[in-house]
């Protein structure tokens, strides 16, 4: 099945940023076949479909490299409490959450992702299993990581049962077209020595990614100098956590030890730079991570932490933020911050082999971002129109894996108000509670 | 004539910030007339025009305290080159701009002000007669201010010819219902101290707004510091520009004196966080000026520096940039950056009587932002989403003076399509030369 998708200003985010500005994209059923100009675009009667972008930008996929698909319900709720974590999300996670309302909410945060023109994300929550089944049903690229953390949780009844749910989690998804299981010890304080290496061993065994927070947050690099006098970043590398398999999500407070170790161990960062600063934690030292060549994708978080789950907002807060922490107006211009966004991405996942770039060969995987709205006019540099201009709602098509999810900016075999018809009907008791603790 | 606008949740901004989860706002003619819950909504037979809001947020319309509308064709261009300022915008402006141009950019700029929610602006550019007559045809509400800078212009053959220009423009906009003009140094280093007493004493005979852009750039701090040893406000105060007339935009580098100055004179500061950190100035002291009581509004700055026209991307910038300096997430929380971009904007421009709040007495300048998009859900805090959830592509409907001029995502009176066309026939010679610099 050959799809043509014509008229657009392809943005490859290969190895030397090729650009055709009078495109075009061939795809074979789930691969990019060809990419070049209209010039040497395939004759239309050899292809089944044919897509006019209509001067659109088109560009890879974009890359989530970590968020919590499960907490949509948790959206603009105790934004600005300082202990919101304590007081809103662990309890009312303990009470309300369900594998039925992690589900929906989890369609829901992919619907939102697709229509955003995030094409792969990477998930930490509670029943992966269930959110699994949503991402299958949905469509979407992911690596879903079960939640590991030192207490009871709403989908296990001891602290660590997280372990055992990926036990039988990982190995039913483990050869899925799309879908890569994966094990998420929450964070290096908030999990026992033991159960921290036993996800390390799980990801061994299954040859899966390991993801956490890491040097997040202040109370968790105080309780590492306290008792161990290391940093987190240290105390993982003493028990062997530290590896290629690891996506280290935050690492906001790093040292330049820290930062070496991250090298020498191959470990792989997940910036949250909208989520880091809302909560005013910090902002992570990007630069220098990239300048050790340390892989760094943008990340979300979830939808309680960043809000929206689309990578225009983190694209442009990181270019605002980074700029100003480095005093520098020409640091990462805009194509660096696209590339981080695609590229960065998937190399951070280890699927820079397969994703991540418009060339022939990879995942028919392609966004097109239509320019006829009023804020995409003129556009001498489709990177920086896509950084400084773009919002979520200029995302026009959507493919995956070579299958449209979004034609002209609609959800292609579902519709947002019946998806949020299904949560808002799960959520009945959660609200309850949540406006109980506001 | 009578408007009725029902099922909506109403943020009134007023001094209580009252809200009406299920409200409705009547206008009457150019005013609002009453402002309250559905189960006091007027009969529906006594009214001219019934709109359904469909549980969107209706909010006061938004003032943007600080842009510059003829700049549109300079959107996207050089963003992250260090000297964009004398590489691009001073030599293209002096090449290229005409008075068609700076007219079918105001235009067009204010479209999508308009479609964003933005209903009252301050301007600071060349050729304002032009802007004020797009003004006018567009509909908004605007303060607009004639440049006056220290060298020969697009629209002035002479250093300073922005008075002269301005003797002309002011009395002929005097008595519009919805322009004010203004006079508008660049700033205190690019212009004689003569030429800024002149724009002083214009302002106070025709009791007109000032604008300037103050203490934005290194080199205006130094040039101060080397030549006279005194801050860039201390200079301001010393030749007696300072007062309530004043629209100090940016206001990036202050001392303590400095804002004891703004405070003893009354000024007012346009504060355009985005614009200031993408160009790695730095983030203004705003709460330490709020502390002081002195009226801070949100600007975009122009379509070169801040890209977008909305105040969505601006409030979620502002939060989590002044969260982060402060180093407290529940800093500014949600309801006081809305604030910000609507009352705060309105008692900038001198306009807190008149616009700002949803309230009986003032103009109906009203906007209503939709929650049905998949961005929009949950509701706990309707400040909460508009700040960190919405952009402006979720505005649904804008009255400006009691006029419908968005309804449902589109223009009432115009297509987007046809300002962009008139926009670009325009702008071909200044594309060219544009692109001769990169």
């Known amino acids: 099945m050959k799809k043509l998708i014509k008229n657009v200003h392809v943005l490859t985010m290969d190895a030397e940023k090729t650009e055709y500005p009078n495109g075009y994209i061939m795809i074979a059923d789930n691969m990019i076949d060809a990419v070049g100009g209209m010039e040497h675009a395939p004759d239309?009667?050899?292809?089944?479909?044919?897509?006019?972008?209509?001067?659109?930008?088109?560009?890879?996929?974009?890359?989530?490299?970590?968020?919590?698909?499960?907490?949509?319900?948790?959206?603009?709720?105790?934004?600005?409490?300082?202990?919101?974590?304590?007081?809103?999300?662990?309890?009312?996670?303990?009470?309300?959450?369900?594998?039925?309302?992690?589900?929906?909410?989890?369609?829901?945060?992919?619907?939102?992702?697709?229509?955003a023109g995030v094409t792969t994300f990477m998930d930490m929550y509670y029943f992966e299993d269930a959110l699994a089944q949503a991402t299958d049903e949905m469509g979407s690229r992911a690596i879903l990581g079960e939640t590991v953390i030192d207490f009871p949780t709403c989908d296990a009844d001891t602290a660590h049962g997280g372990l055992d749910y990926a036990q039988s989690f990982i190995p039913k998804w483990l050869n899925h077209e799309l879908i890569t299981p994966a094990i998420a010890p929450h964070a290096p304080n908030t999990n026992s020595p033991e159960a921290l290496k036993e996800a390390v061993r799980l990801s061994e065994q299954y040859q899966i990614p390991l993801t956490m927070h890491v040097a997040e947050m202040d109370y968790e690099l105080d309780h590492f100098r306290d008792t161990l006098d290391m940093t987190s970043v240290e105390f993982l590398d003493s028990i062997g956590a530290l590896s290629e398999r690891l996506v280290a999500a935050h690492c906001i407070h790093l040292t330049d030890q820290d930062i070496d170790l991250l090298k020498k161990h191959h470990v792989k960062v997940a910036h949250c730079i909208g989520a880091n600063t809302k909560s005013a934690k910090g902002v992570a030292r990007i630069s220098d991570l990239l300048d050790k060549q340390i892989p760094v994708g943008l990340g979300t978080d979830g939808p309680s932490s960043g809000n929206t789950l689309d990578l225009f907002t983190q694209m442009k807060l990181f270019a605002n933020f980074h700029k100003t922490e480095l005093k520098d107006r020409g640091a990462f211009p805009a194509s660096e911050i696209?590339?981080?966004?695609?590229?960065?991405?998937?190399?951070?996942?280890?699927?820079?082999?397969?994703?991540?770039?418009?060339?022939?060969?990879?995942?028919?995987?392609?966004v097109l971002v239509e320019t006829c709205s009023v804020n995409m006019f003129p556009l001498f540099d489709p990177y920086a129109a896509l950084v400084y201009s773009a919002n979520a709602g200029n995302v026009q098509d959507v493919f995956i894996n070579g299958k449209r999810t979004v034609k002209d900016k609609v959800l292609m075999d579902r519709s947002i108000a019946e998806l949020r018809q299904n949560l808002a009907e799960q959520m009945k008791e959660f609200t309850v509670k949540a406006k109980e603790r506001l």
């Open 44 to 115: 239309e009667k050899a292809v089944e479909e044919i897509v006019d972008g209509k001067q659109a930008i088109a560009m890879p996929g974009m890359v989530n490299t970590h968020t919590h698909i499960g907490m949509i319900p948790f959206r603009s709720l105790g934004d600005d409490y300082p202990d919101r974590l304590r007081r809103f999300l662990f309890p009312l996670e303990q009470e309300c959450m369900t594998e039925e309302l992690a589900y929906h909410s989890g369609k829901y945060a992919i619907a939102e992702m697709q229509l």
């Open 338 to 366: 696209v590339e981080l966004a695609t590229m960065g991405g998937a190399r951070v996942l280890g699927m820079e082999n397969q994703i991540g770039s418009l060339e022939s060969g990879k995942k028919a995987d392609i």
